[in-house]
């Protein structure tokens, strides 16, 4: 499709476990935006990467988070050592250059047990 | 403080009401605005860019007020479908800040 996609949709994991969230950017968007939503709050800014190069890491919450973008395109989002609060809606957004607007994807919904 | 403040709400409005919502924000050097729209459960999207001369689109009017570091929403006669949350996004050197969100109710 022409739109950010992201996989999986749904994910469920016990607490400790590693997940790896996936998102495939617009073609020829080069900005590309990590966020988390938890239930009822607002969005939560993770990682911004402009190109394969990600210039602010500062709102990843923990050491256990990283994320990599490869070939100016699909970025995955890792977490490590799972824990509840990461429960939570994670976003990609992407741009067709940083100070365009952002087209979402429809999330990953990632549930710690 | 927040880099990007909205009232939280909620707004309770009837059915042509005209509703305003307020983002305010911090950093002077913000270089982009915009307005996002998000229905429950699901992913944010763009409802409207923010220009300096203020723009019009459709029963929705932004304005943006950069001496103050504050930009708004105004929509007119309001229809049930309008409910949702309304997103103010700030971008300075393609860091996007969003606000959390004012949570619209538009009710018959």
């Known amino acids: 499709g022409a739109g950010v996609s992201q996989s999986p949709s749904n994910k469920v994991t016990e607490k400790g476990k590693d997940v790896e969230l996936r998102c495939d950017p617009i073609?020829?968007?080069?900005?590309l935006y990590w966020y988390r939503q938890s239930l009822g709050q607002g969005l939560e800014f993770l990682i911004y990467?402009?190109?394969?190069?990600?210039?602010?890491k500062s709102g990843l919450p923990s050491d256990r988070f990283s994320a990599e973008r490869t070939g100016g395109s699909v970025s995955t989002l890792t977490i490590q050592r799972t824990q509840q609060e990461d429960s939570a809606v994670y976003l990609c957004?992407?741009?067709?250059?940083?100070?365009?607007?952002?087209?979402f994807g429809d999330g990953t919904r990632l549930s710690i047990l | 403080r927040k880099e990007v403040e909205q009232d939280p709400g909620p707004f309770n409005v009837p059915e042509g009401a005209t509703v305003a919502f307020n983002c305010t924000y911090s950093?002077?050097?913000?270089?982009?605005f915009f307005w996002y729209r998000q229905d429950c459960r699901k992913e944010p999207k763009l409802l409207m860019s923010?220009?300096?001369s203020g723009n019009e689109d459709g029963r929705f009017t932004a304005q943006l007020n950069r001496a103050s570091q504050y930009i708004s929403l105004l929509i007119r006669d309001s229809k049930l479908s309008d409910s949702a949350t309304y997103l103010c996004?700030?971008?300075?050197?393609?860091?996007?800040?969003f606000g959390a969100g004012t949570r619209l109710t538009v009710k018959p």
């Open positions: 957004a992407s741009s067709l250059q940083g100070l365009e607007p952002q087209h």
């Open positions: 073609s020829g968007h080069t900005a």
């Open positions: 990467f402009q190109g394969n190069s990600a210039p602010d």
């Open positions: 950093n002077s050097a913000s270089q982009s």
């Open positions: 923010v220009y300096s």
């Open positions: 996004v700030v971008n300075n050197n393609n860091d996007m800040r």
